[in-house]
């Protein structure tokens, strides 16, 4: 399957975001998590073994919805209990979400140009009373 440049340009921007984060999560894990480090290595690993799979864009269709999902999942579990407990309100932590945000936004820019226009929108014979 051919992909569209600017879903090219999408996809490895993602690759590196995906690696930068992985790498940061088990760093946070190692030197700040204290007692959830296990958690924050799995993160980390969930986040370098996706960088593998888009970068091989195995299964694009199911792995950049699902990544974008993770993130915005990991973002919203973030921000709720960091802002609820205090836990987590640290410089690398501020930088990791930041990160995730970012990735949230381009896998959502990538989901959108590797898609067939024609796929996107309602196909008229389908159309109800128009």
Request: no cysteine.
């Given at each position: ?46 986040y ?31 921000a ?36 067939s ?14």
């Open positions: 399957m051919q992909m569209p440049k600017g879903s090219a340009m999408f996809r490895w921007s993602a690759v590196v975001l995906l690696f930068i984060t992985g790498l940061l999560d088990i760093y946070y894990g190692n030197f700040y998590a204290g007692f959830y480090e296990n958690l924050w290595y799995a993160m980390g690993t969930i370098v073994f996706t960088a593998a799979v888009i970068a091989a864009n195995f299964e694009p269709r199911f792995a950049q919805p699902a990544v974008f999902g993770y993130a915005i999942f990991l973002f919203v579990l973030w709720t209990t960091a802002f609820a407990t205090g836990v987590g309100l640290d410089t690398v932590a501020y930088l990791d979400k930041a990160i995730e945000a970012l990735l949230a936004v381009n896998m959502a820019l990538l989901i959108r140009s590797s898609r226009p024609s796929l996107l929108r309602l196909d008229s014979r389908f159309s109800f009373g128009t």
